[in-house]
């Protein structure tokens, strides 16, 4: 159902709401899909008292005061054996529909209380222009239990329901099928099925106590980690551990000195003949600082892009930005479209550099402590490709790509709007790198005249205040300101531990 946010709903800010360990409070983290698309949020609710709102910072805040709130619930719970699940959920698409009423959308349940939310999307028509009974929606969710599915029109009327037996699902591993859907009543002629895609996680957490060894070893020798395991790891383990390091690195107060040994294990793997391809491969550290950037650079990531991505979406209809002739419409304008998408591209430059104020404090010392060590190597000029390859090439430029994955558009890109946020990315992707339009994408060489005419005339800006020292150049179209070793058993031993550490000293997940 479509429920509107009520006008007197109070949020209180987190840090200020208290209340008695002694009393029944409950607390869940609340999607922003079902509060009006306010990051941050928590819900607290006591049988008698209520149910407050509660307004956090940001994601790592939210984490820690429900860690708190746990812990203060239950003192000895990290001295005592416990079970946490968790589901990774997509809702890809659905089919059999009603063509009557156009505009549907799913909740995700979990004990009858809705948890999320998709958009709202209209029926597909079919090529022939008959509608098809189709919707796609592409969104990702994540929740540390198992839910159900629910679909309903924008109408309120009750359409279906998905159940996913826990028992249908392989803990750990990826499970994706059109799943049938229950009707209270006929509503089609056709059945009505829905594709997603699950994940589903089961672990057994031991106190914390029994993991500090572990913890120390991991600590200490993430370098042979990474150099041994790596290369016998998937991509998709590569990421499940990155992320997990990063966070027992962060709470052990290691992650600047993890970030910048992996950053020189990566710089010396590749040598200066392949320093471009710096953070390109999934490598344990590539996979490791993207990670971290997701983590700290929600807030920053919102500032610099989500209007952008927003005015994209919104104008789709009326703006054309497709530069390229094999594509083109056959009412196309080619130079009114190169106009376009320039402007689209100087606008998310403009506010990537407008927003330097809120980069994350944690980012900036990272890569102060990248300078540094670049600087005993002498070649401190290596910081501006480090960052063009770290916080552009795995975070800003893909947001643009994907921007529903990044919390910046509540679903898929419409395939004009798509195509314009890539064109964008890669002209901001080029930018960071300081290079040229080649022959592989010539339909955007004819930015290099204007790059290479103030390259000749101006000296690239540095922009000090982006990242705390006078390192990353930023060139804006238009004027230059812009810028396994070991076996399989251990291995998958090793991936499980990793994301029980996770659990462990993220304790929230019950």
């Not at 600047?256 to 491969?281: H, I, P, S, W």
């Not at 809120?358 to 070649?379: C, H, I, M, S």
């Amino acid at each position: 159902m479509i429920r509107e946010q009520e006008e007197n709903e109070v949020f209180t800010k987190a840090d200020n709401f208290k209340c008695s360990i002694a009393e029944p409070w409950t607390a869940r983290p609340l999607h922003s899909s079902i509060i009006g698309g306010r990051n941050y949020t928590i819900e607290v609710s006591h049988p008698h008292k209520g149910i407050h709102k509660l307004q956090c910072e940001s994601q790592g805040h939210v984490e820690r005061w429900l860690a708190d709130f746990h812990n203060n619930k239950s003192p000895d719970r990290n001295n005592r054996r416990r079970h946490a699940t968790q589901l990774e959920l997509w809702v890809s698409e659905a089919k059999g529909l009603p063509t009557k009423n156009r505009r549907y959308y799913a909740e995700v349940h979990f004990n009858e209380q809705i948890f999320a939310r998709t958009s709202v999307k209209e029926i597909q028509n079919s090529s022939n222009g008959i509608q098809s009974g189709s919707i796609v929606w592409g969104e990702y969710f994540e929740f540390p239990f198992l839910p159900d599915i629910r679909i309903h029109r924008k109408d309120k009327d009750y359409i279906g329901l998905v159940n996913i037996p826990i028992s249908s699902l392989t803990t750990g591993q990826f499970f994706e099928k059109w799943f049938s859907v229950t009707t209270p009543k006929s509503t089609s002629k056709s059945e009505i099925s829905v594709r997603m895609k699950t994940r589903y996680q089961s672990l057994k957490i031991l106190p914390l106590e029994l993991y500090k060894p572990f913890a120390e070893y991991l600590t200490t020798h993430y370098l042979r980690i990474s150099q041994i395991l790596g290369p016998a790891m998937n991509a998709e383990q590569k990421e499940r551990v990155a992320g997990s390091m990063v966070r027992l690195m962060m709470d052990t107060g290691k992650l600047k000195d993890y970030l910048t040994d992996l950053m020189e294990l990566e710089v010396k793997r590749l040598g200066e003949e392949q320093e471009a391809l710096l953070f390109r491969e999934n490598s344990i550290g590539s996979k490791s600082i993207e990670s971290f950037l997701k983590l700290v650079c929600r807030n920053y990531l919102a500032e610099c892009l989500n209007q952008v991505v927003k005015d994209v979406i919104s104008n789709s209809a009326e703006i054309d930005c497709e530069v390229d002739k094999e594509r083109l419409s056959p009412n196309g304008d080619l130079e009114a479209n190169r106009s376009q998408l320039t402007r689209t591209a100087y606008t998310a430059v403009r506010r990537i550099i407008a927003q330097k104020n809120f980069f994350p404090n944690e980012l900036r010392e990272v890569y102060v402590a990248w300078r540094d060590r670049t600087k005993q190597w002498g070649r401190e000029k290596l910081i501006d490709r480090l960052i063009a390859g770290s916080l552009f090439l795995r975070l800003l430029c893909p947001a643009l790509l994907t921007p529903s994955l990044f919390a910046l558009a509540p679903s898929l890109p419409n395939e004009r709007a798509s195509r314009t946020l890539t064109l964008t990315a890669k002209i901001v992707q080029s930018m960071a790198n300081g290079a040229r339009f080649g022959a592989k994408e010539d339909y955007l060489s004819y930015l290099n005249e204007v790059l290479d005419s103030r390259m000749a005339t101006d000296t690239p800006k540095l922009v000090s205040g982006f990242v705390g020292f006078q390192s990353l150049k930023i060139f804006d179209v238009g004027f230059c300101r812009f810028f396994v070793g070991f076996f399989v058993g251990f291995l998958s031993v090793f991936c499980r531990f990793s994301l029980t550490i996770f659990k462990a000293y993220n304790c929230q997940n019950l």
